[in-house]
């Protein structure tokens, strides 16, 4: 299949890697790279889960950790407030050939219910 509209949901710098491969994937097709960060009401407290912050990232912020990856391709930035991160991600990337995300393996305590 040749994809000519990707969909990068970022979480934070950790998914980078897959920015990368993303990116070299659209150069290689033709594509083009949209990256989508949600930013919820949470964004700045402690996530229930990881126990670290969840950082609202600006555009200037998102700007600057693709300039750090050599790319070819046009980039085009998306970031939605939204509470419903699963439901946002799915609603756009319907408009998209193909969604990549990252995982990231999470070493979390038991939360104690």
């Known amino acids: 299949m040749n994809y000519k509209r990707i969909m990068i949901a970022l979480e934070d710098q ?22 989508l960060h949600i930013n919820s009401s949470r964004a700045g ?12 990232y600006s555009e200037e912020e998102l700007h600057a950790l693709i300039n750090n990856i050599p790319h070819k391709v046009p980039v085009d930035i998306k970031i939605i407030k939204s509470d419903h991160t699963t439901s946002t991600i799915i609603d756009i990337s319907k408009d998209f050939d193909l969604l990549v995300m990252g995982h990231r ?9």
């Open 105 to 113: 393996r999470a070493h979390h305590q038991p939360c104690g219910l």
């Open 45 to 56: 407290s402690p996530s229930r889960v990881m126990r670290t912050l969840e950082h609202p």
């Open 14 to 35: 950790h998914d980078l890697p897959i920015l990368k491969h993303a990116m070299e994937l659209a150069e290689k097709t033709g594509g083009n790279v949209t990256l």
